[in-house]
C-alpha cells in the first residue's frame, strides 16, 4: 500500500513538471478514460520506463526512439 502512494504521488509530479507524461495523461482522457484510470496508466508507464533502465542500464533519453527491426 506505501509503494502504490509513491508510485501514485510520482505520477502526478510526471503529469505536472514532464510534458510527454502530460500529453500522455491529455491523450488517455481525451480517449474516454476516468482521471484515476488514466492516472493508473501513468503509473504504469512510469514503472515500464524504471524497469527499462533498470534492465538496459542506461540513463533514461526522452528523446529515444525504439528500432524496430523490418
Same mark, same amino acid.
Given at each position: 500500500?506505501?509503494?502504490?502512494?509513491?508510485?501514485?504521488?510520482?505520477?502526478?509530479?510526471? *503529469?505536472?513538471?514532464?510534458?510527454?507524461?502530460?500529453?500522455?495523461?491529455?491523450?488517455?482522457?481525451?480517449?474516454?478514460?476516468?482521471?484515476?484510470?488514466?492516472?493508473?496508466?501513468?503509473?504504469?508507464?512510469? *514503472?515500464?520506463?524504471?524497469?527499462?533502465?533498470?534492465?538496459?542500464?542506461?540513463?533514461?533519453?526522452?528523446?529515444?526512439?525504439?528500432?524496430?527491426a523490418?
Amino acid at each position: 500500500k506505501q509503494l502504490k502512494g509513491i508510485f501514485h504521488i510520482a505520477a502526478m509530479a510526471a *503529469i505536472r513538471f514532464n510534458p510527454q507524461m502530460k500529453e500522455y495523461f491529455d491523450r488517455k482522457k481525451k480517449e474516454g478514460k476516468k482521471g484515476f484510470v488514466a492516472m493508473n496508466n501513468v503509473k504504469n508507464k512510469l *514503472i515500464h520506463q524504471m524497469y527499462a533502465v533498470v534492465r538496459t542500464k542506461t540513463p533514461f533519453n526522452p528523446e529515444y526512439v525504439y528500432k524496430r527491426a523490418a
